[in-house]
Each structure stands twice: as structure tokens, then as C-alpha cells.
Nanobody, 118 residues
């Protein structure tokens, strides 16, 4: 019903930047909110950022001031701009879509690996 395809991951040096993209297709009208999760080895899955229908954003405390979630409705794309990357940001990042308020994600992308290392 909704397809999410992430891109933009890769290997970067500490302090570097990456921009993740999530191409959204299918029944886009059903989507309430978009988000990004990440999961690193040995750590629990974390909600990194969300963007609500109003455009209001929210962030994991550890990424505030460094990451920015945004959307381009015309391009059916959501982004996660990641600056000042740290080794602890290393994880698989997942784009998600939720169909209702206060609900867990209904759709997940397959993930894109972000590795921050010297």
C-alpha cells in the first residue's frame, strides 16, 4: 500500500555529514506522519526524528541540533540531514510511515547503513 525506499547512507568520517532520502510511493494520501528510526548493534531501536502533518518536528535528544528531518511533498520524499556525525550515530536507519496519530509505524523501508568511523 505504501512503499518506502531509503538512500544516501554510507561511510563518513566523524564530524561529516550525510543526507538520507526516503522516496514514498503507493497510497501516499493515507500517510499521517513520517519518521526515521535507527538501530545499532547492541542498542535498542531508537526513534530519531518525526515530522507531523503540520510540519512540526521532533528529535531524539542526542541528535537535536545536528539532524534535521524535512519533507518535499511535491517530490514525495522525506529527508534526514545529518551533520556533525559521531561514531555512536552508526546504525541502520529506517524510514517509516504511520497512518494514524500516536500509532507505531505501519510501513518501514528496508534500511540504509550509516557508518561513522575514522
Amino acid at each position: 500500500q505504501v512503499q518506502l525506499v531509503e538512500s544516501g547512507g554510507g561511510l563518513v568520517q566523524p564530524g561529516g555529514s550525510l543526507r538520507l532520502s526516503c522516496a514514498v510511493s503507493g497510497n501516499i494520501f493515507r500517510i499521517y506522519a513520517m519518521g526515521w528510526y535507527r538501530q545499532a548493534p547492541g542498542k535498542q531501536r531508537e526513534l530519531v526524528a518525526t515530522i507531523a502533518p503540520s510540519g512540526t518536528t521532533d528529535y531524539l535528544n542526542s541528535v537535536k541540533g545536528r539532524f534535521t528531518i524535512s519533507r518535499d511533498i511535491a517530490r514525495s520524499t522525506v529527508y534526514l540531514q545529518m551533520n556533525s556525525l559521531r561514531p555512536e550515530d552508526t546504525a541502520v536507519y529506517y524510514c517509516t510511515a504511520a497512518l494514524s496519530q500516536l500509532a507505531p509505524p505501519d510501513y518501514w523501508g528496508q534500511g540504509t547503513q550509516v557508518t561513522v568511523s575514522s
